[in-house]
């Protein structure tokens, strides 16, 4: 079994990952701007927002865009979702070429029409198919791969484990587990008991995911689950800072504060500019009101700021 111990590092493939904290895939949230914020904000590792490899495959210009990276945020995962081997394994190179570190597979999305299509969490149920994408991945993929899973599709349902062991058989580099089934979705506490089971089933590093707010939630996440590392997802929205809190945490070093509510906006205004300057004005600000929801968020008047980012059409405004 990994360490339960606090750890400074880990190694994907050949690629140390320093500090073992990584940003979450977050759909709409994840931009290149926002992984470099959060690079620079104490994450060892950042995800791509989940891209269509169908779309990719018929070089839709918009999702190509996605694939953006540049080196200051690497290493960097660019995440992908897709129930096609052979378009999957397409999407894998295309992304390499622009300069993913590591190749993610999605098997854990709950998003209806994502699950409609077969892609994400319904190939939890598909373990002919998954194994089939999985494969065909990692033989076209010249970067490591990885696979971002579920405990399950519902509770009591373990297959989880053996589907896991089965893609480090394959060749699967790591995998990052939520710690909620399917079924639950955000729904409930996250289950360290079915992390840890992973952890002990797996000879790849594991990554756990779910409910980490605190620096004392990763550490509860490493010391119980005996998981390689941590990935944060709606916490950092919150807060980038809270990366380097848990990092910090992780190595036994002293703690850094929260950001304050006004450390919090000036990183939302620090962002938007990013967005622009890659995606222009127009874009930037209808991306950024989903940003400063969340940073936003337990201020005094918190509400009335919301009101105004929400209707907001310029950056000076």
């Known amino acids: 079994m990994n360490s339960a111990q606090p750890s400074r590092s880990l190694a994907i493939g050949d690629v140390v990952i320093d500090p073992p904290v990584a940003l979450a895939p977050l759909a709409g949230f994840t931009t290149m701007p926002f992984r470099l ?20 495959y018929y070089n839709n210009a918009r999702t190509l865009a996605m694939l ?19 378009i999957m394994a397409h999407a894998a190179q295309v992304a390499a070429r622009a300069g ?14 994502v699950v409609r299509s077969g892609s994400g969490a319904a190939l939890l149920r598909d373990h002919v198919r998954a194994c089939e994408v999985v494969a065909a991945v990692v033989e076209a993929s ?8 579920r405990t399950g599709y519902k509770p009591g349902d373990d297959s989880y ?10 060749g699967v580099a790591a995998v990052a587990v939520h710690g909620r089934t399917v079924s639950q979705g955000f729904d409930g506490v996250v289950d360290l008991h079915a992390i840890r089971r992973l952890v002990e089933a797996l000879p790849i590093p594991v990554l756990g995911n779910g409910d980490i707010r605190t620096p004392a939630d ?18 950092a929205l919150a807060d980038p800072l809270l990366l380097r809190r848990c990092a910090a945490a992780l190595a036994t070093r002293t703690v850094p504060p929260p950001l304050s509510g006004h450390a ?15 995606m222009g ?37």
Not at 142 to 149: A, D, G, I, M
Not at 161 to 170: D, G, N, T, V
Request: proline share 4%; net charge positive.
């Open 161 to 170: 484990i053996a589907l896991a062991c089965r893609f480090a058989e394959l």
């Open 142 to 149: 010249p970067v490591p791969v990885t696979v971002k899973l």
């Open 68 to 86: 953006t990276t540049c080196p200051a945020e690497r290493p960097v995962s660019i995440q992908l979702f897709g129930d096609d081997p052979h």
């Open 264 to 278: 919090r906006l000036a990183l939302g205004l620090c962002l938007v500019q990013m967005l622009a300057l890659q």
């Open 281 to 317: 004005e127009q874009v930037a600000v209808r991306k950024m009101r989903r940003h400063l929801a969340w940073l936003s968020r337990g201020l005094a008047d918190s509400t009335w700021l919301r009101v105004r980012f929400v209707s907001s059409t310029s950056l000076r405004e």
């Open 37 to 56: 914020l959060c690079r620079r904000a104490g994450a060892g590792l950042v995800y791509s927002e989940m891209v269509s490899a169908r779309a990719i």
């Open 218 to 235: 990763a550490l509860r996440m490493v010391e119980q689950t005996g998981c390689a590392g941590v990935m944060i997802g709606r916490g």
């Open 100 to 113: 993913a570190t590591f190749i993610d597979i999605n098997m854990g999305c709950t998003v209806p029409k």
